[in-house]
């Protein structure tokens, strides 16, 4: 009965030590980078604890019933004299266990994710992992073979144990947080004379009219400011989608939602449609591309023709049993704040690139998501306190827009009432997230003009969508075509512009990024204007002033049984949704979309709908091949009848 005691004992005491191990290596990747995720030490002395609570009674359920089998057979079905005789299998289904957890995650960290359900890694995997822990096994069994005191066997086990861990901890401290994919395509030709580089940077959820480029009365974007001085600011600027997923692919493809087909989860950019960075990396273009949102990561597809595709965020986005108690340790209304993005580790990200492995004799294309401003907003004390509303105090706001959030969860894009105090204490804290990241953004500036390379660079800022602050009873986004969400800011700097500082009025779309850079870069050729439903924005236009669509479009739900599109012709706009009679407002006079004239304007309103028909028609056939193969049969047959996908 003692050695049995003893021998659960010690089975009991390898799982808590996996657990143990487990809980102290996830805190401490918070800890090394409080400053990246989270606001205070106590918060990160508070998220190691609660990693400790979680993943030692976890380790001790699955681990125990694995080390009383093991007793179990190594004995024979009878108890064992000594413990000591099972300690190295113990180390050495200690270590196969954290070699296969650790090469899964490197697996995730360092290749794209549709590697992940490939069998023949999964084998590789288990194999290395077999072979860390049979290489363990023989490190302590042959010396304490002859051994009766299962102390020192301990101690040993222990030694083996730590080593192990340091040795293949090393690599994953570095990357810890940064899921990347590498391309494997060999780099393209030397250049007799370099093209000009090329920065896209992505804006996530951010309005036009909540810049202080655009006149907002708070000084939200001093930097997009004087960025916009030297480059033009065009003040009608469409997004395609109110939402990040679609609105990349349109960047990244020159196409609207109708063509690409990028709606909701699992979908991808067909293969049949050429990415931009995938022209570039072909004309020989080094390619960079950090995200800070998943809905603008590589599943997508964008991550095609990128030398290296950074994603980042926290440990916690993809931990989802200690996310769960986080979120109830936050609700209760403790001061915690994670984040699953960061401008700053973004911005040092690219300082590191182009220190170790910039190349200067060719050119790049750096693509950056920025993603501060999206919700929850929780900005720094600094950035909160210079706009909340007088009488409210910092602490208030916080707590505010942390429960707002949280209470609702996937609620809040939908309506949910608030109350006009609430409102606006949102609206600061999300004015002092774009004032934090305007800031970031000044610094990524600083930096590349400090090396010497603003001079010979397209640099375009644009907004994937905007945010919804209680207009037409709407909160967030992902929810409607207002223009709360589909206007966006657009900047372009690039040399050799002759009249710096212009705002033009033209009414654009997010779609004609891709066209306009390709034509500075004289990459455009017959293929990909057809595939394009951009136009280029610098071409010659009336007045020199450069073209203008003869009407904008923005789609969301296209693969739902109630698609809805809006259509804009000049001052006015047309919302249709399947089963509906529409929404038609004059922009001009009624810029908050609050009286519906469907019934007052019918001629107008049916004009728009003949013409959002028509460009349906012509213009929105879904690119379908084997990227969609993961829709089911039922959502295809739907899609089919309702003219998204063409087979044939």
């Not at 769960?324 to 699953?340: F, L, P, S, T």
């Amino acid at each position: 009965m003692k050695s049995w005691m003893k021998h659960i004992g010690l089975a009991l005491a390898v799982a808590g030590g996996c657990g143990l191990i487990f809980g102290l290596r996830e805190g401490s990747l918070i800890f090394i980078n409080q400053e990246i995720y989270v606001s205070s030490a106590r918060d990160c002395l508070t998220f190691i604890g609660l990693c400790l609570a979680v993943y030692v009674p976890l380790a001790i359920v699955l681990y125990l019933p694995i080390g009383i089998a093991t007793g179990l057979l190594r004995g024979r079905f009878k108890p064992l004299s000594n413990p000591a005789e099972t300690i190295p299998i113990y180390v050495a289904l200690f270590c196969a266990m954290i070699g296969f957890l650790l090469l899964g995650w490197m697996k995730m960290e360092w290749v794209s994710p549709e590697t992940l359900s490939n069998p023949a890694a999964l084998v590789v995997d288990t194999l290395l992992s077999a072979a860390v822990g049979f290489m363990s096994w023989i490190a302590i069994r042959y010396p304490l073979k002859a051994r009766r005191d299962w102390r020192p066997a301990a101690r040993r086990s222990l030694g083996v144990m730590v080593a192990f861990l340091v040795l293949i901890s090393i690599p994953l401290l570095e990357l810890q947080s940064l899921k990347i994919s590498r391309s494997s395509r060999p780099v393209g030709h030397r250049f007799s004379e370099k093209p000009l580089d090329v920065i896209w940077i992505s804006l996530c959820t951010v309005r036009a009219d909540h810049l202080s480029a655009y006149g907002y009365h708070r000084e939200t974007t001093p930097i997009l400011s004087r960025l916009a001085a030297e480059g033009i600011l065009f003040e009608n600027a469409v997004s395609p989608s109110c939402w990040t997923r679609p609105s990349h692919a349109s960047l990244f493809t020159g196409t609207f939602l109708s063509r690409h087909g990028v709606d909701h989860e699992g979908l991808r950019i067909p293969k049949t449609i050429q990415t931009f960075t995938e022209v570039l990396r072909d004309a020989g273009y080094q390619t960079i591309g950090i995200s800070n949102n998943y809905n603008a990561g590589a599943h997508l597809g964008i991550d095609r023709g990128f030398d290296l595709f950074v994603e980042v965020w926290g440990p916690l986005h993809r931990k989802l049993l200690v996310s769960y108690w986080w979120n109830i340790i936050r609700e209760k209304g403790w001061e915690i704040r994670v984040n699953m993005c960061s401008a700053r580790e973004t911005n040092q990200i690219v300082r590191t690139w182009f220190d170790r492995h910039f190349d200067p004799a060719r050119p790049f294309f750096l693509f950056i998501n920025y993603a501060e401003a999206h919700d929850p907003y929780l900005p720094s004390d600094d950035d909160a306190e210079r706009f909340i509303p007088a009488g409210v105090e910092l602490d208030e706001a916080k707590a505010f827009c942390r429960a707002a959030f949280i209470r609702h969860g996937k609620e809040v894009h939908s309506s949910v009432p608030l109350t006009p105090k609430g409102l606006a204490i949102m609206e600061a804290m999300y004015d002092a997230e774009l004032r934090y990241q305007d800031k970031l953004l000044g610094d990524l500036l600083s930096d590349l003009e400090g090396r010497g390379l603003l001079d010979r660079t397209i640099i375009i800022i644009v907004g994937d969508h905007g945010e919804h602050f209680g207009e037409n009873g709407l909160i967030g986004h992902e929810n409607s075509l207002y223009e709360p969400l589909i206007r966006v800011p657009l900047v372009i700097r690039y040399p050799g512009l002759e009249k710096s500082g212009e705002r033009r009025k033209q009414l654009v779309q997010t779609t004609d990024i891709m066209p306009t850079t390709l034509a500075l870069l004289g990459l455009m050729d017959p293929e990909l204007t057809g595939q394009m439903q951009g136009i280029d924005l610098l071409a010659a236009g009336m007045n020199g002033s450069g073209p203008s669509h003869p009407m904008a479009i923005s789609e969301f739900d296209i693969s739902t049984e109630h698609p809805m599109r809006m259509i804009r012709k000049g001052h006015w706009k047309l919302i249709t949704t399947a089963g509906e009679s529409g929404e038609l407002f004059d922009i001009a006079r009624d810029p908050g979309e609050l009286e519906n004239m469907i019934n007052r304007e019918t001629f107008r309103a049916d004009s728009l709908k003949g013409a959002l028909r028509e460009w349906t028609r012509s213009s929105a056939t879904l690119v379908y091949d084997q990227e969609k193969a993961n829709l089911d049969p039922d959502a295809l047959r739907m899609l089919k009848s309702l003219g998204y996908i063409n087979t044939e």
